[in-house]
T-cell receptor
Framework: NAGVTQTPKFRVLKTGQSMTLLCAQDMNHEYMYWYRQDPGMGLRLIHYSVGEGTTAKGEVPDGYNVSRLKKQNFLLGLESAAPSQTSVYFC????????????FGPGTRLTVT | AQTVTQSQPEMSVQEAETVTLSCTYDTSESNYYLFWYKQPPSRQMILVIRQEAYKQQNATENRFSVNFQKAAKSFSLKISDSQLGDTAMYFCAFILTISNFGNEKLTFGTGTRLTIIP
């Protein structure tokens, strides 16, 4: 059972380039989340989804887009990367309902130069 | 909006000692869950313990226990008999239990970096 996986694990982008981060979960979870982690700021929610075909903005959505075309996948896109988007990105999933543990992926370290 | 505050950016303790990490939160709601997550150097986020706000009894998981003070909006984590493997960042987190599109998300504190000294 793989749990939550993230692709890629590391990436270096130049300013203005685009990329997509892929999150996949094999636990049939309804809810999925994208966070970014920066030193001294904890985890901040970028976007989330409460089911296939749904997305919603989190705390820091600007500069990112997401899609949830399949229940098991949640994609995070950067259309025009900026140095301020240098961060570690985490995906998480949880069963439908509230109060359940969020299962996290291993993270993607993204550097924008 | 809900907020979570961890006022101790860093702590250190000798191996086998007990350490308490502080967390306070702010909400006007009465039904919610609180969590402590651990992030070791491997970067993987791991759930340590969970507390339902409607339960008066403090949650415990082996060497980990919480002191949940609902009126004071305080949720501290106590680690007993600390071990080298407890060295990690610890995050306190909060989620409402009322399902209303927009509530289904965790709010995290900024974390406490805990170092266990051999």
């Amino acid at each position: 059972n793989a749990g939550v996986t993230q692709t890629p694990k590391f990436r270096v982008l130049k300013t203005g380039q685009s990329m997509t981060l892929l999150c996949a979960q094999d636990m049939n979870h309804e809810y999925m989340y994208w966070y970014r982690q920066d030193p001294g700021m904890g985890l901040r929610l970028i976007h989330y989804s409460v089911g296939e075909g749904t997305t919603a903005k989190g705390e820091v959505p600007d500069g990112y887009n997401v899609s949830r075309l399949k229940k098991q996948n949640f994609l995070l896109g950067l259309e025009s990367a900026a140095p301020s988007q240098t961060s570690v990105y985490f995906c998480a999933s949880t069963p439908e309902g509230l109060g359940y543990e969020q299962y996290f992926g291993p993270g993607t370290r993204l550097t924008v130069t | 909006a809900q907020t979570v505050t961890q006022s101790q950016p860093e702590m250190s303790v000798q191996e086998a000692e007990t350490v308490t990490l502080s967390c306070t939160y702010d909400t006007s709601e009465s039904n919610y869950y609180l969590f402590w997550y651990k992030q070791p150097p491997s970067r993987q986020m791991i759930l340590v313990i969970r507390q339902e706000a409607y339960k008066q009894q403090n949650a415990t998981e082996n060497r980990f226990s919480v002191n949940f003070q609902k009126a004071a909006k305080s949720f501290s984590l106590k680690i007993s008999d600390s071990q080298l493997g407890d060295t990690a960042m610890y995050f306190c987190a909060f989620i409402l239990t009322i399902s209303n599109f927009g509530n289904e998300k965790l709010t995290f504190g900024t974390g406490t970096r805990l170092t266990i000294i051999p």
